[in-house]
């Protein structure tokens, strides 16, 4: 039998498409489920963006492509930046991947040697620890609650770093929290990061679906030393509603870059060329759709979150941002449905897919035991009735 590396022992399957594979799974059963487990926007990427592509098809730009992406795609993220960050980058200091996910791993793998820390705040994105892992790095691990609206603070941050921490992970806004750091709370860890010589990866892939009155912030506005000692990575997958199109970007230093452009060539050279070709016209393009579904995500997500506090032992926080909120079930562990106990996150999620037919994402996955994620990438209408149907299933526990 064909003997499989030791490097994938502990390489989990994402646990969030699991959850959203059995819920679809149930669906095409005949189940009417409600799912509020979904990663993606239900939005369809805006006509102007699907026509660039088919231009780009017609007009032939179906070869390959420099492996670090397209000029015009490169300059399109440099003016992004400059415009809503205030950050100047040139186009040896960005480079274009196959998806947000990916440039994250590029990362990883460009950055960590063996037994390098990885201080990552809890809850986290499902992602970050295999990734560090899989380059070797040892992920350190810093607890956050509804005390301090789910981030980390610079203190803390502090207490977790040592003499073999290289990074910090930073996720503004969250998922799963929705969550959003504060400049002055960006400013605190940041100079702890200079002090200390932390590097900061700084996600912040949900930046367009922030509800605050300013501009979401990043990390690498703080100073020109902190941009300098900063990779922050985007992209247009949740932006643009382009989750299959597969195009994240990096920007920071250009050594770092560089690496991570050889760690590109060697595996999956240029993102695709006709995906490329949509996300410049994504950056470059009209805007109204992104203001119109963040709009749309800050109705739902007071609607989702009013919605969860009306339910008896359940306690949400209001997000800032993204397109999920993280609400508190703890209330509900030792209490039971006939012979059915619900113990923790995974047997709440069973139980609501089982018994309520919604689909939510137990907060294990994210580091958090004591709380579900639920998404209001749904309709108003599903909301509505996956309450309703929460609330019944949750309070027939005794
Ligand atoms: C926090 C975070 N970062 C990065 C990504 C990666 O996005 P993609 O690879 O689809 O561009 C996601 C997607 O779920 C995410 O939630």
């Known amino acids: ?30 189940y ?12 369809d990427t805006p006509d102007n963006i699907k026509k660039a592509a088919i231009r780009a098809i017609e007009e032939g730009h179906t070869k390959y492509t420099p492996v670090g992406g397209i000029v015009e795609l490169k300059d399109a993220v440099i003016e992004k930046f400059k415009g809503d960050n205030g ?26 040697d063996p037994g390098d820390e990885v201080v990552i705040p809890v809850p986290y994105w499902v992602s ?97 030393e902190v941009k300098e000692n900063t990779m922050v990575l985007n992209g247009v997958s949740k932006a643009y509603s382009m989750t299959g199109w597969r195009i994240g970007y990096a920007a920071g230093p250009k050594e770092l870059i560089k690496a991570m452009m050889r760690i590109q060539s060697q595996s999956t050279s240029n993102p695709a060329s006709i995906s490329q070709w949509a996300a410049v016209e ?5 805007q109204d ?13 007071r609607m989702m979150v009013e919605g969860l506090n009306a339910i008896e032992g359940l306690s949400c926080l209001m997000p800032q941002g993204a397109f999920y909120t993280f609400a508190n079930v703890s209330a509900f562990y030792g209490r039971s449905f006939g012979d059915r106990v619900i113990e923790d996150s995974v047997g709440l999620a069973t139980y609501l897919l089982e018994e309520a037919e919604v689909a939510v994402v137990p907060g294990i996955a994210f580091g958090n035991d004591s709380h579900i994620r639920l998404s209001y990438a749904c309709s108003k209408e599903d909301i509505g009735v996956g309450l309703d149907r929460m609330k019944k299933a949750l309070g027939a526990l005794a």
């Open 282 to 286: 994504a950056l470059r393009g009209p």
């Open 87 to 112: 950050l100047d980058y040139s186009r040896e200091e960005v480079l274009i991947s196959c998806g947000g996910k990916h440039s994250i791993f590029n990362l990883c793998q460009a950055l960590l």
């Open 289 to 301: 759709a992104v203001a119109e579904m963040a709009a749309e995500f800050k109705e739902r997500c």
């Open 32 to 43: 009417d489920i409600i799912g509020f487990a979904a990663g993606e926007p239900d939005y």
């Open 128 to 224: 970050y620890p295999p990734m560090v892992r899989l380059a070797g790095g040892v992920p350190v691990f810093v607890h956050t609650d509804e005390t301090t609206g789910f981030k980390m603070s610079a203190e803390a941050f502090r207490d977790a770093v040592t003499g073999r921490t290289k990074a910090v992970i930073i996720n503004t806004p969250s998922n799963p929290t929705g969550a959003a750091y504060s400049k002055g709370e960006l400013e605190a860890i940041a100079a702890v990061a200079l002090e200390k010589g932390v590097f900061i990866i700084s996600d912040e892939i949900y930046e367009k679906l922030y509800y605050g009155d300013e501009p979401a912030n990043s990390i690498a506005s703080v100073s020109r």
């Open 1 to 30: 039998m064909v003997s499989i590396s030791r490097r994938m022992s502990d390489l989990e399957e994402s646990p969030t498409l699991a959850v959203t594979a059995k819920a679809k799974e149930l669906k095409k059963r005949g």
